[in-house]
Protein backbone atom coordinates (compact mmCIF):
# COMPACT_ATOMS: atom_id res chain seq x y z
CA UNK A 1 0.00 0.00 0.00
CA UNK A 2 1.23 3.45 -0.55
CA UNK A 3 1.90 6.32 1.79
CA UNK A 4 -0.33 7.87 2.61
CA UNK A 5 1.35 11.47 2.20
CA UNK A 6 0.21 14.73 3.83
CA UNK A 7 0.91 16.03 -0.11
CA UNK A 8 -1.20 13.21 -1.73
CA UNK A 9 -3.82 13.84 0.79
CA UNK A 10 -3.97 17.98 0.20
CA UNK A 11 -3.77 16.88 -3.43
CA UNK A 12 -7.57 14.51 -3.43
CA UNK A 13 -8.59 17.63 -0.91
CA UNK A 14 -7.79 19.94 -4.07
CA UNK A 15 -9.08 17.40 -6.82
CA UNK A 16 -12.40 16.68 -4.70
CA UNK A 17 -13.42 20.04 -2.55
CA UNK A 18 -13.75 17.06 0.46
CA UNK A 19 -12.78 17.43 4.22
CA UNK A 20 -8.88 16.16 4.76
CA UNK A 21 -10.47 13.89 6.89
CA UNK A 22 -12.93 12.50 4.49
CA UNK A 23 -9.87 12.42 1.78
CA UNK A 24 -7.48 10.30 4.17
CA UNK A 25 -9.96 8.04 4.59
CA UNK A 26 -10.94 7.85 1.27
CA UNK A 27 -7.23 7.10 0.54
CA UNK A 28 -6.47 4.33 3.25
CA UNK A 29 -9.68 2.63 1.40
CA UNK A 30 -8.01 3.03 -1.56
CA UNK A 31 -4.55 1.77 -0.91
CA UNK A 32 -3.01 5.13 -1.39
CA UNK A 33 -4.58 5.37 -5.22
CA UNK A 34 -5.61 8.44 -5.27
CA UNK A 35 -7.73 7.72 -8.94
CA UNK A 36 -9.33 4.91 -7.03
CA UNK A 37 -10.62 7.53 -3.99
CA UNK A 38 -11.43 9.71 -6.22
CA UNK A 39 -13.82 7.12 -8.20
CA UNK A 40 -14.79 5.45 -4.68
CA UNK A 41 -15.71 9.34 -3.70
CA UNK A 42 -17.43 10.52 -6.00
CA UNK A 43 -19.86 6.64 -5.90
CA UNK A 44 -20.50 8.01 -1.94
CA UNK A 45 -21.73 11.42 -3.36
CA UNK A 46 -23.73 9.71 -6.17
CA UNK A 47 -25.13 7.53 -3.17
CA UNK A 48 -26.15 10.52 -0.82
CA UNK A 49 -27.41 12.51 -3.97
CA UNK A 50 -29.78 10.33 -3.98
CA UNK A 51 -30.43 9.90 -0.44
CA UNK A 52 -31.59 13.53 -0.44
CA UNK A 53 -33.43 13.67 -3.79
CA UNK A 54 -36.66 13.15 -2.10
CA UNK A 55 -35.37 16.39 0.26
CA UNK A 56 -37.77 19.73 -1.11
CA UNK A 57 -35.57 22.11 -2.22
CA UNK A 58 -37.78 25.24 -2.41
CA UNK A 59 -34.57 27.96 -1.61
CA UNK A 60 -31.39 28.70 -4.08
CA UNK A 61 -30.56 31.67 -6.44
CA UNK A 62 -31.73 32.77 -9.36
CA UNK A 63 -28.55 33.57 -12.19
CA UNK A 64 -28.64 35.51 -15.57
CA UNK A 65 -26.31 35.67 -18.39
CA UNK A 66 -26.00 38.38 -20.85
CA UNK A 67 -24.36 38.81 -24.39
CA UNK A 68 -21.92 41.88 -24.15
CA UNK A 69 -23.71 43.18 -27.49
CA UNK A 70 -27.17 42.76 -25.52
CA UNK A 71 -28.79 40.31 -28.14
CA UNK A 72 -28.83 36.96 -26.18
CA UNK A 73 -29.34 36.24 -22.95
CA UNK A 74 -30.13 33.42 -20.05
CA UNK A 75 -31.64 32.72 -16.95
CA UNK A 76 -31.61 29.68 -14.62
CA UNK A 77 -32.69 28.37 -11.17
CA UNK A 78 -31.09 26.60 -9.02
CA UNK A 79 -32.65 24.88 -5.61
CA UNK A 80 -31.44 24.01 -2.44
CA UNK A 81 -32.52 23.09 0.94
CA UNK A 82 -32.14 26.22 2.90
CA UNK A 83 -30.98 29.85 2.36
CA UNK A 84 -28.32 29.16 4.05
CA UNK A 85 -26.63 27.64 1.72
CA UNK A 86 -28.30 29.23 -1.07
CA UNK A 87 -25.39 32.31 0.23
CA UNK A 88 -22.76 29.78 0.21
CA UNK A 89 -19.41 29.95 -1.85
CA UNK A 90 -19.79 26.46 -3.29
CA UNK A 91 -23.26 26.87 -3.84
CA UNK A 92 -22.65 30.24 -5.62
CA UNK A 93 -20.20 28.68 -7.88
CA UNK A 94 -22.38 25.89 -8.91
CA UNK A 95 -24.88 28.28 -9.95
CA UNK A 96 -22.11 30.22 -11.67
CA UNK A 97 -20.60 27.59 -13.44
CA UNK A 98 -23.85 26.24 -14.27
CA UNK A 99 -25.41 29.94 -16.10
CA UNK A 100 -21.73 29.80 -17.59
CA UNK A 101 -22.21 26.40 -19.74
CA UNK A 102 -26.03 27.12 -20.13
CA UNK A 103 -24.56 30.45 -21.50
CA UNK A 104 -21.84 29.18 -23.86
CA UNK A 105 -23.43 25.97 -24.92
CA UNK A 106 -26.19 27.97 -26.06
CA UNK A 107 -28.61 25.65 -24.12
CA UNK A 108 -33.13 26.57 -24.62
CA UNK A 109 -34.22 24.08 -21.91
CA UNK A 110 -32.53 22.85 -18.71
CA UNK A 111 -32.63 19.17 -19.54
CA UNK A 112 -29.17 19.33 -21.24
CA UNK A 113 -27.67 21.23 -18.34
CA UNK A 114 -29.35 19.10 -15.92
CA UNK A 115 -27.81 16.23 -17.81
CA UNK A 116 -24.11 18.09 -17.83
CA UNK A 117 -23.91 19.15 -14.05
CA UNK A 118 -25.16 15.91 -12.72
CA UNK A 119 -21.74 14.99 -11.60
CA UNK A 120 -20.70 18.45 -10.38
CA UNK A 121 -24.22 18.16 -8.24
CA UNK A 122 -23.74 14.87 -6.83
CA UNK A 123 -20.05 16.27 -5.43
CA UNK A 124 -22.31 19.80 -3.89
CA UNK A 125 -24.79 17.79 -2.00
CA UNK A 126 -21.95 14.69 -0.88
CA UNK A 127 -20.06 18.17 0.29
CA UNK A 128 -22.50 20.08 2.11
CA UNK A 129 -25.46 18.02 2.51
CA UNK A 130 -28.55 19.45 1.15
CA UNK A 131 -30.95 18.53 -2.08
CA UNK A 132 -29.66 20.69 -4.77
CA UNK A 133 -31.18 20.61 -7.89
CA UNK A 134 -31.39 22.84 -11.49
CA UNK A 135 -34.85 23.40 -12.15
CA UNK A 136 -35.37 25.48 -15.07
CA UNK A 137 -34.06 27.87 -17.79
CA UNK A 138 -34.92 30.08 -20.31
CA UNK A 139 -32.44 31.68 -23.23
CA UNK A 140 -34.14 34.80 -24.64
CA UNK A 141 -32.74 36.28 -28.33
CA UNK A 142 -33.85 39.65 -29.82
CA UNK A 143 -32.70 43.00 -30.99
CA UNK A 144 -31.70 43.97 -27.13
CA UNK A 145 -31.69 42.04 -23.82
CA UNK A 146 -31.74 43.79 -20.80
CA UNK A 147 -31.94 41.82 -17.02
CA UNK A 148 -32.29 42.72 -13.86
CA UNK A 149 -31.53 40.67 -10.35
CA UNK A 150 -32.78 41.75 -7.25
CA UNK A 151 -30.39 39.89 -4.58
CA UNK A 152 -30.36 36.04 -5.58
CA UNK A 153 -34.00 35.36 -5.40
CA UNK A 154 -35.74 37.29 -8.42
CA UNK A 155 -34.19 37.47 -11.63
CA UNK A 156 -35.86 38.79 -15.16
CA UNK A 157 -34.80 39.34 -18.56
CA UNK A 158 -36.68 42.06 -20.84
CA UNK A 159 -36.45 41.70 -25.01
CA UNK A 160 -36.87 44.83 -26.65
CA UNK A 161 -37.16 46.04 -30.06
CA UNK A 162 -35.40 49.14 -30.34
CA UNK A 163 -34.96 50.73 -27.36
CA UNK A 164 -31.75 50.82 -25.24
CA UNK A 165 -29.87 48.66 -21.98
CA UNK A 166 -31.00 51.43 -19.92
CA UNK A 167 -34.48 51.42 -20.86
CA UNK A 168 -34.86 47.31 -20.74
CA UNK A 169 -33.33 47.64 -17.31
CA UNK A 170 -35.83 50.06 -16.31
CA UNK A 171 -38.65 47.65 -17.03
CA UNK A 172 -37.10 44.55 -15.70
CA UNK A 173 -36.75 46.31 -12.47
CA UNK A 174 -40.45 47.28 -13.17
CA UNK A 175 -41.67 43.35 -13.70
CA UNK A 176 -39.26 42.63 -10.55
CA UNK A 177 -41.66 44.81 -8.48
CA UNK A 178 -44.47 44.59 -9.94
CA UNK A 179 -44.36 40.58 -11.07
CA UNK A 180 -47.29 41.13 -14.29
CA UNK A 181 -48.66 37.84 -15.08
CA UNK A 182 -48.73 38.39 -19.05
CA UNK A 183 -46.95 40.93 -21.50
CA UNK A 184 -50.18 42.69 -22.84
CA UNK A 185 -54.34 42.38 -22.69
CA UNK A 186 -54.63 40.21 -25.81
CA UNK A 187 -52.53 37.31 -24.35
CA UNK A 188 -54.50 36.75 -20.74
CA UNK A 189 -56.70 33.99 -22.08
CA UNK A 190 -60.80 33.53 -21.69
CA UNK A 191 -59.99 30.98 -18.89
CA UNK A 192 -58.24 33.50 -16.76
CA UNK A 193 -60.96 36.41 -17.39
CA UNK A 194 -63.43 33.71 -16.63
CA UNK A 195 -62.50 32.99 -13.80
CA UNK A 196 -61.45 36.23 -12.49
CA UNK A 197 -65.19 37.21 -12.98
CA UNK A 198 -65.93 33.97 -11.00
CA UNK A 199 -63.86 35.50 -8.01
CA UNK A 200 -65.61 38.67 -8.06
CA UNK A 201 -69.32 38.03 -8.15
CA UNK A 202 -68.75 35.95 -5.64
CA UNK A 203 -66.75 38.22 -3.49
CA UNK A 204 -68.99 40.93 -4.00
CA UNK A 205 -72.41 38.73 -3.74
CA UNK A 206 -73.74 41.55 -0.99
CA UNK A 207 -73.31 43.94 -2.99
CA UNK A 208 -74.84 42.99 -6.40
CA UNK A 209 -77.64 41.30 -4.57
CA UNK A 210 -81.10 42.89 -6.33
CA UNK A 211 -79.29 44.97 -8.64
CA UNK A 212 -80.58 45.15 -12.12
CA UNK A 213 -78.35 42.67 -14.98
CA UNK A 214 -76.94 45.93 -16.92
CA UNK A 215 -75.72 47.46 -13.42
CA UNK A 216 -74.15 44.11 -12.66
CA UNK A 217 -72.69 43.51 -16.28
CA UNK A 218 -70.83 47.17 -15.66
CA UNK A 219 -69.33 46.45 -12.36
CA UNK A 220 -67.89 43.29 -13.42
CA UNK A 221 -66.69 44.80 -16.88
CA UNK A 222 -65.02 47.63 -14.75
CA UNK A 223 -63.30 44.76 -12.49
CA UNK A 224 -62.17 42.84 -15.43
CA UNK A 225 -60.86 46.00 -16.79
CA UNK A 226 -58.69 46.53 -13.83
CA UNK A 227 -57.97 42.90 -13.88
CA UNK A 228 -56.16 43.13 -17.16
CA UNK A 229 -53.95 46.32 -16.50
CA UNK A 230 -52.90 44.68 -13.08
CA UNK A 231 -51.87 41.68 -15.27
CA UNK A 232 -50.23 42.67 -17.96
CA UNK A 233 -46.99 44.51 -18.45
CA UNK A 234 -47.93 47.14 -20.58
CA UNK A 235 -50.68 48.53 -18.60
CA UNK A 236 -49.26 48.52 -15.71
CA UNK A 237 -48.07 51.97 -14.63
CA UNK A 238 -44.39 52.37 -14.22
CA UNK A 239 -43.20 51.71 -10.93
CA UNK A 240 -40.86 54.96 -10.80
CA UNK A 241 -43.65 57.25 -12.65
CA UNK A 242 -47.22 55.80 -12.00
CA UNK A 243 -48.34 58.83 -14.48
CA UNK A 244 -47.06 56.82 -17.08
CA UNK A 245 -47.85 53.10 -18.53
CA UNK A 246 -45.12 50.67 -19.17
CA UNK A 247 -46.13 50.18 -22.79
CA UNK A 248 -46.19 53.52 -23.40
CA UNK A 249 -42.82 54.58 -21.36
CA UNK A 250 -41.09 52.25 -24.46
CA UNK A 251 -43.17 53.85 -27.35
CA UNK A 252 -42.04 57.32 -25.96
CA UNK A 253 -38.35 55.80 -26.06
CA UNK A 254 -38.56 54.23 -29.53
CA UNK A 255 -39.13 50.84 -28.72
CA UNK A 256 -41.71 48.16 -28.24
CA UNK A 257 -41.54 45.24 -25.50
CA UNK A 258 -41.37 41.70 -27.07
CA UNK A 259 -41.52 39.47 -24.77
CA UNK A 260 -40.16 38.94 -20.67
CA UNK A 261 -39.20 36.35 -18.13
CA UNK A 262 -39.24 36.66 -14.51
CA UNK A 263 -37.98 33.96 -12.10
CA UNK A 264 -38.46 33.94 -8.19
CA UNK A 265 -37.07 31.29 -6.14
CA UNK A 266 -39.20 28.85 -5.15
CA UNK A 267 -42.61 30.03 -7.03
CA UNK A 268 -45.16 27.18 -7.38
CA UNK A 269 -42.99 24.83 -5.24
CA UNK A 270 -44.88 23.06 -2.30
CA UNK A 271 -42.71 23.71 0.60
CA UNK A 272 -42.90 21.62 4.07
CA UNK A 273 -43.34 23.88 7.12
CA UNK A 274 -40.22 23.74 9.36
CA UNK A 275 -39.88 25.81 12.17
CA UNK A 276 -36.71 27.93 12.30
CA UNK A 277 -35.50 25.44 15.30
CA UNK A 278 -36.06 22.18 13.17
CA UNK A 279 -33.77 23.73 9.89
CA UNK A 280 -31.06 24.65 12.39
CA UNK A 281 -31.21 21.21 14.00
CA UNK A 282 -31.17 20.15 9.98
CA UNK A 283 -28.42 22.11 9.66
CA UNK A 284 -26.04 20.76 12.55
CA UNK A 285 -26.90 17.38 11.53
CA UNK A 286 -25.93 17.83 7.57
CA UNK A 287 -22.53 19.16 9.15
CA UNK A 288 -22.01 15.94 10.83
CA UNK A 289 -22.82 13.73 7.73
Known amino acids: ?7 LVKELRERTGQGMMDCKKALTAAGGDIEKAIDDMRAAGAIKAAKKAGNIAA ?12 KRAVIIEVNSQTDFLALQDD ?3 FVSSSVEKAFAEKMTDAAPLIAAQESNREALVAKVGENVNIRRLTSVEAD ?8 HRIGVLVALKGGSVELAKEIAMHVAASNPQFLNPSQVSEEAVAKEKEIFLALNEDKIKGKPAEIVEK ?3 GRISKFLAEASLVEQAFVKDPEIKVGDLAK ?7 SFVRYEVGEGIERAEVDFAAEVAAQVAATKQ
Open 1 to 7: MAEITAA
Open 59 to 70: EGSIAVKVADDN
Open 91 to 93: FKN
Open 144 to 151: LVGSYLHG
Open 219 to 221: MVA
Open 252 to 258: KAGAEIV
